[in-house]
C-alpha cells in the first residue's frame, strides 16, 4: 500500500474539512439556576408576561428557563407559582382562582399569591398543618402594564427599577407595551438573548442589513456614514452616532445596553426626536428563546412607532419565507447566529468594539455575583429607584445648549466632518 | 466590593429560588425489560389489542415499552412477534399474512404465529436448516375481545386469569371492549401508567376534582361526603365508601386496584348497582405512555356505561383545550403531574393512605421477584384462574343479608353517621 | 416465600423476552467527519444537487451529515461553503450573492466561491487584513447536471470521475438527473446509505419483493428463476443473473456496486437492452439520511425509464400508507430495516453472499484510509478520469460475439440450465 502525498496548495488552504464546530461562552449566555450567568440574571427584575394576561385562568410563562403558572386572585393581586401542586403534584394550570388564591384540581389544596397553603379540604378539619405548607413562588410587581418577577434569593431583591422617560406623564400621554422584535419581527425568537442584546451596540450592521442588503428599512438619514463612539458606564454601555446634515445641524443619536438586559434604541425612523420614547426588556425565556418587551410613551390615540416597511406597506408579518430569505432583518440575522451563537469562532473587528464592551460589562457583573458581590444597577432603597435614560434622536444646531445633550463630547469629532472608512 | 446582607424576611420563604425538581420511584414506574418493576410486570398477562385489531394485516403495537407486530393468520391464530426480521432486518409490518404465519416481504421467511420459520425460498431446498430460525416472539390469549400477551419467561408463565364477573353470561347478555380514560378522556395518555393507577385509591379526589372544581361529574350521591376505609388483600387494596342515604339506607361503594395494573370502579353514575359490571387494565405502553382496557358487561342492546357530561350534552371529547383546563377531569390531572410523577416532591397526608397502600404492596412484589420469589395474583394451575371481584355499588338496607356484601364491616362506622371532617 | 421452578417447554424457546436489540457495524455506516467510515467516504466526490438548484439564491444542502450552503455567483461559478460566517456568525443562507462572491447580510463581509473574503466594508479601507480571512468551504465540479463536492483532505483531491456511458453523445441524445429512490420511491429515505447500497447486489429479494410479494413490479421475463454469480473487481463487485429465455437466448443480466456509493442497475423493465444507460449515487446525508441521485442518458424526447405500476397506472407517490404497507417496494424495505439497520442481528444466508462482498470490500477501503493509504477507485491524474461501467441487459444468441459481453463466463452455468432451487 502506497501513500500518495501532495503538498496542498495555496487553493486548497482553508477547507471546511478542517473546519471543527466552536464553543460558546457560558458566562454571556446561560440562563439556568445555579449558571453564572443565570445567577446574575436573578438578581434582577424581568418582564415576564403583561399585565393582561394575569388573570384567574392560570397561564403558563417561561422565564430563566423555568416554568411558572401566573394566575392573578379575585381581589386583583397577582401570583406567581411553581406549576407541580406541592401535595401530589398535579399542575396548577387547571387550578381555579379564588377570591384569595388559586386552589389545586385534584384534592383542592389552597394557594395564596404568596405560596402560603390556606385550605386542604380533604384533611381533617381542612389541614390542621396547613400553614406549613407553601407552593414554591416568586414575588411579583406590575408596571406600566407589564408584570416583573424578582427570581433569586429573597434576601438579594432590589427595588423596582423605574425609567425617568416614564415617570410624570402629561394629559394625552399613554404608556403602552408592544409586540415587536427589534424594530421587524415576532416578539419571540428561538436563540439565546444575549446575541439579540449586544445588536444594540452594534451600530455599523444599520449600514448593511437594512440599507444595502435589504432595502431601506429606516429613516434615510441613517444611511449618511456617522461618526460613532461607544461610552462605558457603571450601568451599561452607550454608543453615539453623529451624522453631519446637509442643513448643518448635527443628528446626535444615542443608543443604551444597560446591565443586564434593557437597551434603549430610539426609533430608528426617527419620528420620534429628542430623549427616547421607548426602552426594551430582553426576557431570557430559556438557552435558547427570547422575548422582547417593549414600552413606549406616546400621545393618545397615535400609532406607537412606524415599523420597517417592504414593497409599500408590507410588514415583516406579510412577508413568506423565501421573502424573509431575501429581505433579512435584526430577527433573521440574529436567530441565523443559532440558537446560541459560537463564540470561539467569531473574528472580531475594530467595527465590533462595542459588542466587545457589552460582553466585557455583562461578563464583570457575573464575577461580582459569583465573588458574593452585588452587581451593577442593583440598588436596595427606594431613593435609588428611578433611573435616567440618555438615548436619543438629538437634532443639534449652533443654538443648541450642549448642557442639555447628553454625552455631546462626541459630536467634537464632526469638525470637520469625517470622510467614510 | 461589598456584598449586601439583608435578613430574609418571612415573607421571602419558599421562593421558587429554593425549588428543585425532584425524582421519581424508578420501583414504581419503570416498565422496561431488566428493570426491577418492569420484571415483575413481565410476570403478568397484559392487554395489548382488541381482538378485531388483530388481522391478516399486520399491526404495530407497543406495550412495555417494546415494540411488536401483531398479526392473526388465515387460519386464525393470532401471532406477536419482534418487528425486525431475523434474517436481514426489515420490519414484518410490511409482511403477507398466510395461512400458517407470516412471510417477510423482502427475501420472503415464513414465520408462524410462535415464530417458527417455516420457509427460506432463495435458499436451496427452500431451506435446509430453516428448523433452527425462529422470529423472537410472545404468547398471546384471546379473552372477550381483548388479546393479551404474556412477555416474560416462558419458565414463568402463569394461567391466565379470568374474571367471575365475566363468566357464565345470560342470554341478552354481552361483554364489550369501551374506549375511555377512566371515565372521561381518551383511552391513551401521555404519562406514566401508575399515577392512572393510584387514582383509583384515591376517594377523596371525587368529591375535589369531579364535584367542587368541574362541576357535577357523577352521580349527586357521590357527593355526600363518605366514610372511606382502605383494605389491603393478599392480590390487592380495596376502598370503601360508605354514605348514609336520604332513605335510610347505606350505599356502599367499593372499589379495587389488584396487582399489578387491574382497577375495578364500579359506574360512578350509579347507574349499575350490586356487584360491578366493569374492570379495567392500564396497559403499560411505555415509561410515559399508558392505554386503559376497560371491559364491561351488560344486556345487548344498552350503552355500556354513562361518561361525564359537560355543558348538557357534550362529552370529554367535545371540549376545546380552553375547556379542559376549566374542566378538569381524570385525564387532565393525572398527565398534569408530568410524563412521570416526581415522587420525592409529594407531600402526602392523611386522604392520601389508600395510594401508599397500593404503592407499598407494588414494591413488595417487586422485591419478590427480584429475590426470586413469585408475585401476588400469580398462579400456575387452571383450578385457579378464575379470580373473584368484590367491587360494587351496594345499596344496604335492613333487611340487606350482610354475608353478600363484600367487605361490609366498615359500614360499622356509620353508626352513627360521621360528621364531616 | 416460595419459587416456582417449572422446566421450559419446547414451545417456549426464542420468546422476545431473550431477545436483545443489537449493533450496527460502524466502519459501515457512519459518515461523520473523523469516522473511520466517514473519512472514507471523504476521499470521494460526491453529488451534493443539481445544478440547477446553484443559483444566486443561496440554499441549504446537507451532505456527509455537514450542513454547508451552495450558490452560484453571477459570473457563474458555484461555491460551496460553511453558513456560518466567519465574523460574527450569521447564516449566509441570509447572504446576497454578487458577481464575485456571497455576501455576509449583516456587515457585509464578502466571500468567493473558494472562501476567500474581498470586502470587509465596515472596516478602516474596506478591511486591510482581509486577505487573511477565508470562510470555510469545499471545492465543487460539475457533471452533466450535478454538483459534486470534494469534502476531504485537500491533499488528497482525486480527479473527478467520469463514466464511459456518459461519454460521447450523439445528436439527440441527452444525460438527466431523475427523482425516484431505487426505481420506486422518493429520492431521499429517511436511513442509513448503506442499506440503500448493498440491496443493489441481492438480486433474490427482486423475485420476493417485487414479484411474489408485490406483484410484477418489473418486466415478467426477470421472474424466470436465474443463475447468480457475483464478481469481486478492484473497483467493486458485480452481480449476473443468467436466464434461458423461451427463444434459446440467454438474458444476461449484469449490476454493478461501485467503491463508495455508486450503483449500476440496468433498467429492470428490460426498456433499455445492451449497456446500461444509468447510473446512480447514494449521497450520505447523514448517518440517517440518504438521498439518490439517478443519471440516465437517452434520446431526446423520450420518458427516462418506466417506474413501477400499481393497480394499472399509479406510482409509488399515489399510493396511500396502507397500500404502501400492502404493496412494499425497495424504499418500504430498506427504510422498514431502521434509520440504522443492527448487523448484529441478521443471519446471513447463501443467498447474501453478494451483500457480504459489498461490505468486506468497502471496509477493507476503510482500513486502508485508517492506515495512511489511498482507497480503490482514487486517481490522482487526469488520464484515469474516465470509468469503464460493465452493467446492462445483455440479450446472448448463438451468434453474439461473447468478447463484446462483460462477465460473459458466468452463463457457462446455463448449459444445462439450473433446475430451481
Known amino acids: 500500500m502506497t501513500t500518495t502525498d501532495r503538498p496542498a496548495t495555496e487553493a486548497s488552504e482553508g477547507r471546511a474539512y478542517e473546519y471543527q464546530s466552536g464553543t460558546f461562552d457560558p458566562e454571556l449566555v446561560e440562563v439556568g439556576r445555579g449558571t453564572a450567568a443565570g445567577e446574575l440574571l436573578r438578581r434582577y427584575w424581568h418582564p415576564v408576561a403583561r399585565s393582561a394576561e394575569?388573570?384567574?385562568?392560570?397561564?403558563?410563562?417561561?422565564?430563566?428557563?423555568?416554568?411558572?403558572?401566573?394566575?392573578?386572585?379575585?381581589?386583583?393581586?397577582?401570583?406567581?407559582?411553581?406549576?407541580?401542586?406541592?401535595?401530589?403534584?398535579?399542575?396548577?394550570?387547571?387550578?381555579?382562582?379564588?377570591?384569595?388564591?388559586?386552589?389545586?384540581?385534584?384534592h383542592g389544596w389552597l394557594f395564596a399569591a404568596d405560596g402560603q397553603c390556606l385550605d386542604q379540604p380533604c384533611e381533617i378539619d381542612r389541614g390542621r398543618n396547613k400553614a406549613s405548607y407553601r407552593q414554591p413562588w416568586y414575588p411579583v410587581v406590575e408596571y406600566h402594564g407589564l408584570v416583573f418577577a424578582f427570581m433569586g434569593p429573597g434576601e438579594k431583591q432590589p427595588?423596582?427599577?423605574?425609567?425617568?422617560?416614564?415617570?410624570?406623564?402629561d394629559d394625552g400621554e399613554e404608556i403602552v407595551i408592544i409586540d415587536h422584535f427589534a424594530f421587524g419581527g415576532?416578539?419571540?425568537?428561538?436563540?439565546?438573548?444575549?446575541?439579540?442584546?449586544?445588536?444594540?451596540?452594534d451600530p455599523y450592521h444599520v449600514f448593511i442589513l437594512h440599507?444595502?442588503?435589504?432595502?431601506?428599512?429606516?429613516?434615510?438619514?441613517?444611511?449618511?456614514?456617522?461618526?460613532?463612539?461607544?461610552?462605558?458606564?457603571?450601568?451599561?454601555?452607550t454608543a453615539t452616532q453623529d451624522r453631519l446634515l446637509p442643513d448643518g445641524t448635527i443628528l446626535h443619536r444615542v443608543t443604551e445596553t444597560r446591565v443586564p438586559t434593557v437597551r434603549v434604541i430610539p426609533t430608528p425612523t426617527l419620528t420620534v426626536l429628542g430623549a427616547t420614547n421607548n426602552l426594551s426588556w430582553a426576557l431570557p425565556i430559556d438557552d435558547t428563546h427570547t422575548r422582547v418587551y417593549a414600552m413606549?410613551?406616546?400621545?393618545?390615540?397615535?400609532?406607537?412607532?412606524?415599523?420597517?416597511?417592504?414593497?409599500?406597506?408590507?410588514?415583516?408579518?406579510?412577508?413568506?419565507?423565501?421573502e424573509h430569505q431575501v429581505y433579512p432583518g435584526d430577527y433573521e440575522t440574529q436567530v441565523g447566529q443559532g440558537a446560541i451563537t459560537l463564540h470561539s469562532e467569531e473574528h472580531l473587528a475594530a467595527s465590533d468594539r462595542g459588542v466587545s464592551m457589552v460582553r466585557r460589562l455583562f461578563k464583570e457583573q457575573v464575577h461580582a455575583v459569583a465573588e458574593g458581590g452585588d452587581p451593577a444597577g442593583v440598588h436596595f432603597d427606594e431613593a435609588n429607584a428611578v433611573q435616567t435614560v440618555v438615548g436619543g434622536n438629538y437634532i443639534v444646531g449652533p443654538d443648541t445648549?450642549?448642557?442639555?445633550?447628553?454625552?455631546?463630547?462626541?459630536?467634537?469629532?464632526?469638525?470637520?466632518?469625517?470622510?467614510?472608512p
Chains 1, 2, 3 share one sequence.
Open 54 to 106: 394575569a388573570t384567574t385562568l392560570p397561564r403558563q410563562v417561561r422565564a430563566l428557563g423555568e416554568d411558572l403558572i401566573l394566575f392573578r386572585d379575585a381581589r386583583g393581586t397577582p401570583g406567581l407559582v411553581v406549576p407541580r401542586c406541592c401535595h401530589r403534584g398535579t399542575s396548577l394550570f387547571y387550578g381555579k382562582v379564588e377570591a384569595t388564591g388559586i386552589r389545586c384540581p385534584y
Open 159 to 169: 427595588v423596582f427599577p423605574r425609567y425617568d422617560i416614564f415617570e410624570d406623564l
Open 186 to 201: 415576532p416578539s419571540d425568537a428561538p436563540c439565546n438573548w444575549f446575541q439579540t442584546h449586544e445588536n444594540a451596540m
Open 211 to 237: 440599507n444595502a442588503i435589504s432595502g431601506h428599512q429606516f429613516d434615510p438619514k441613517l444611511e449618511i456614514w456617522p461618526h460613532i463612539e461607544w461610552q462605558r458606564h457603571e450601568w451599561g454601555v
Open 296 to 322: 413606549v410613551r406616546k400621545p393618545v390615540g397615535v400609532p406607537p412607532q412606524g415599523l420597517p416597511v417592504y414593497d409599500g406597506d408590507r410588514s415583516w408579518f406579510d412577508l413568506s419565507d423565501d
Open 401 to 420: 445648549d450642549l448642557a442639555t445633550i447628553p454625552l455631546a463630547e462626541s459630536m467634537q469629532a464632526l469638525a470637520p466632518p469625517p470622510a467614510r
